[in-house]
């Protein structure tokens, strides 16, 4: 059974930072590119990062170019989000995802080009 589990949201003061990881399980994703998404109350999810299956390639939402990177560990088959210089607008719930195609690399998802979602986590930046 596939799962990915994320961790290291909570809550934080505007400008501090915080890690969040992704453990994949089940099965190796060292040939699909990974994503974070988040979404807001209120609001629909959306595209923050993401990282080509090599690590060679990654793209970030405008909002957050500069100061949230994106990595990967194929040996743990782990996902990470470096989130710096946080802002009250970065309050959401993060989820990281994988591509449903087999080495293909998209630099701005949608919902509809994800296979599998983790459960989410929570990060909220008070001001």
Wanted: overall charge positive.
């Amino acid at each position: 059974q596939v799962q990915l589990v994320e961790s290291g949201g909570g809550f934080v003061q505007a400008g501090g930072s915080l890690r969040l990881s992704c453990a994949a399980s089940g099965r190796t994703f060292s040939n699909y590119a990974m994503y974070w998404f988040r979404q807001a109350p209120g609001k629909e999810r959306e595209f923050v990062s993401g990282i080509s299956w090599s690590g060679r390639n990654t793209s970030y939402a405008d909002s957050v170019k500069g100061r949230f990177t994106i990595s990967r560990d194929n040996t743990k088959n782990t996902l990470y989000l470096q989130m710096n210089s946080l802002k009250p607008e970065d309050t959401a719930v993060y989820y990281c995802a994988v591509d449903r195609s087999y080495r293909w690399y998209r630099t701005l998802p949608t919902s509809r080009d994800v296979s599998y979602w983790g459960q989410g986590t929570q990060v909220t930046v008070s001001s």
